[in-house]
């Protein structure tokens, strides 16, 4: 059961995790091949009954089990891999004093090679979202922004269906920064990303577009639905303070700008009017949703 107050896990505690793993494995199968070809009492976790909850991968797995990464089903087929080993594992080296049986030693194996190859492919798979997502807020980075919204640009332009890109800014950070310290910075850098998702749409992008600044793509909005859902964010982080570490309650409001996609204006083109338009709403006071119009900002 996960420990009470635990944080859900995200990627990079994944792949730290399956990093760990696959490492602690070689060590415990030196230890295993010793116990075999010296033809000496295997060390007593290697025959425990439970010595798959005795190394510290299965300590995490424990530690973690409820969350929802791990119910993932390439997770669960790893962790029922991993038994599978264990179990295998424990039978030959219960009696070193026998020579073991050549099927039996196979089925060891090929059950810690199927393991690792489960592992790997994790850890591969986590690696690339870890280097995909921004460390502080978990949302895409600008690697990954840049592709998703070229595709959500070609669908709008080719479907002829409404599409809105918005830019929002953290009101007076720089303020936060030099009042509270870098580290409430952070606090509430995540806590916006956080208010933001639970507000969006299911099928809404955002992405860290640098500093306190954030971009999103508003699929089959026009810019009166664009603005309802801006305005929801908005809110959303207006209207109670962001609780921090320390017991404190900080309140914070961020202003957007945005502008919906024209297949006639390049994509670069559009988010500088969204820019624009974020320019326009810090100009006419902050903490507001301001549209983009050909030379001029609409409310």
């Known amino acids: 059961m996960q420990p009470d107050g635990a944080k859900p896990l995200v990627p990079a505690d994944i792949l730290r995790a399956v990093d760990a793993a696959i490492e602690e494995q070689g060590r ?27 190394t510290q991968f299965g300590r995490w797995h424990d530690d973690h089990r409820d ?8 997770f669960r087929e790893l ?16 009696d070193t004093a026998r020579d073991a049986d050549p099927a039996e030693y196979d089925d060891v194996i090929d059950k810690a090679d199927e393991f690792l190859t489960r592992a790997r492919r994790i850890r591969d798979a986590f690696r690339k979202a870890v280097s995909d997502l921004d460390p502080l807020t978990g949302l895409s980075n600008r690697t990954t922004m840049n592709a998703e919204l070229a595709a959500e640009y070609e669908r709008a332009v080719r479907s002829k269906t ?10 007076h950070f720089k303020k936060v920064n030099d009042t509270y310290g870098h580290a409430i910075g952070d606090e509430v850098l995540a806590a916006t990303a956080g208010r933001f998702l639970s507000r969006m749409r299911p099928y809404d992008l955002i992405y860290r577009y640098g500093g306190e600044e954030f971009l999103l793509c508003l699929p089959n909005a026009d810019p009166a639905t664009a603005a309802g859902v801006l ?38 083109k559009v988010i500088e009017q969204a820019d624009e338009a974020l320019y326009r709403a810090k100009q006419a006071g902050r903490n507001r949703v301001v549209g983009y119009a050909e030379g001029k900002g609409s409310e």
């Open 231 to 268: 305005e929801r964010l908005r809110e959303a982080l207006a209207d109670r303070p962001i609780p921090l570490q320390d017991g404190q309650e900080l309140p914070v409001t961020a202003s957007f700008g945005y502008c919906e996609i024209d297949g006639g204006v390049p994509l670069k």
């Open 67 to 74: 969350d929802p990464l791990l119910s993932q089903s390439a």
């Open 79 to 94: 962790w029922q891999s991993y038994l599978d080993m264990h179990r295998a594992a424990r039978l030959v080296a219960a």
């Open 28 to 54: 415990w199968m030196t230890r295993w091949h010793r116990a075999l070809v010296c033809r000496i009492p295997a060390e007593p976790d290697l025959v425990d009954p439970r010595s798959d909850e005795l």
């Open 162 to 171: 409404p599409c809105c890109l918005a830019l929002t800014d953290i009101d």
